[in-house]
């Protein structure tokens, strides 16, 4: 089987979010779980100038002509040298040295991504190298699968189209102009909403055999009002074809017996390393630890998806039992603002840093005993898994991959963390305060904490998902070419 997989990032060349782990994790994983003879996967992702100002070493391809009115575009190809899964990164006019992965021009990024989904078709058919699926992410890469859809293109016959949805509401605004500049037409005559259908991740959803959700509890909330991004309808209708798959955490990166980063590692044996973390923080920090209150940690994109303001709301509220709050986030103006504002509020129990700073976050997550994600949507999430490989009991609401992950079973002897159900601050207060209460019984805290470490979130586990979803694609394609009677 060969899977060409399309991501507008991936690590370790260029992480703006999730969507770079996943790119960088993905293919290796599957790689991994299969022998070299039956299955291969090859990545491409588009040369952005933060790749091209410190490349890694990289053989030149080809030189490529790709349609475009009213000129054809001139897409370059390269290949990264010495890495176990073929990676490719495609360039062209659209990736200046000096342009931003994204951009707030939507309408620039619509002809980036569309001209970069189209090159990496025009290439891996000059290279001759017929996939059995192309596997799309996001808006930036479903033109990839409209295009196999409505080109009716020889070479890819018999190629299946799957794409992963990491965040359904970016649909790719702005982009209209760009599909029909490279001659994919809107899809008047399809069953997607009429207001969708000249937008990138709609027509990949259309022209997609399967369309993988990163958890299975996101895989249902896609179909619902709250939660569907106005497809919701079209969504259900594809109900048969939708699959939640559970991202999964970087385990060599995320390792608290192993992370460079803190100064006492510690695994399940050594918890109580855990506390001389935490002291070394508040050193770090300048801080004075509080008797007997827990630390809380967030560790997040300041975004009103993340409910940064439930969390202030609901902390507000918590002033008569003894708790510490760490905030580490970059993001929104007035969500970093109110961060702020509670530190001057309550600087004894409130720290908010504003930065971008992953030495810190893994401090942080081995300080702390608690991690609050409040979100009010989380297609997968990874701070949570992240959490309880530290031993520290997420605090999440009960949507998306946190409610995959997180088991809050009422009794703690049999959870991993807390989950409340409605995005509103005295919901998510009278969970802190259930946090809290089992905080002093060391013994259920400490089973918690041990559930918490010993859940399995490898890729390896989300690799053989993936994996049987292109085997039944494949299968089902095949099985329909025969009925035609289509040459295999
Ligand atoms: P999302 O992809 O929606 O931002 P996730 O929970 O899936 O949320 O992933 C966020 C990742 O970014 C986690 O690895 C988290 O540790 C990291 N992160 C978020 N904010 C910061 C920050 N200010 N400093 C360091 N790491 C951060």
Redesign the pocket.
Known sequence: MKVFFLAAEAEPYVKV??LGDVAGSLPHALQEISSPDDFEIRVAIPFHGVIQQQPPPLKFLTTLQIAHYPQPLQAQVYEVEHTPVKTYFISGTPFTRDAPVYSSDTSLDGLKFTFFSLASLEFIQAIDWQPDVVHANDWHTAPALYALLVKHEDFFRHTARVITIHNLPYLGHGAAEALTEFGLPPALNSPLPSWAQQLPLPLGIHAADRIIAVSPTYAKEIQTADFGAGLEEYLSSRQADIVGILNGLDLKTWDPATDAYLAYPYDLRRLSQKVENKRVLFEDLGWKPLPDAPLIGM???LDY??GIDIAIAALRQLKDIPWQAVI???GNPALEQAVYQLQLEIPDRSRAIL????K??HRL?AAADLLLIPSRY?P?????M?AMRYGTLPIGRATGGLRDTIIDDGNPYASTGFLFQNPQSDELEATIRRAIQIYPNRRAWRAMQRNAMAQDFSWTRSAKAYLSVYQDVVQEKMLYSVSKGVHL
Not at 380 to 384: E, I, M, S, V
């Open positions: 979010g999730g560790v997040t994109r998806q993340k580490l986030g970059t930065r971008y700073d992953p810190l976050s997550y989380e997968c999430g990874l701070a949570q992240i």
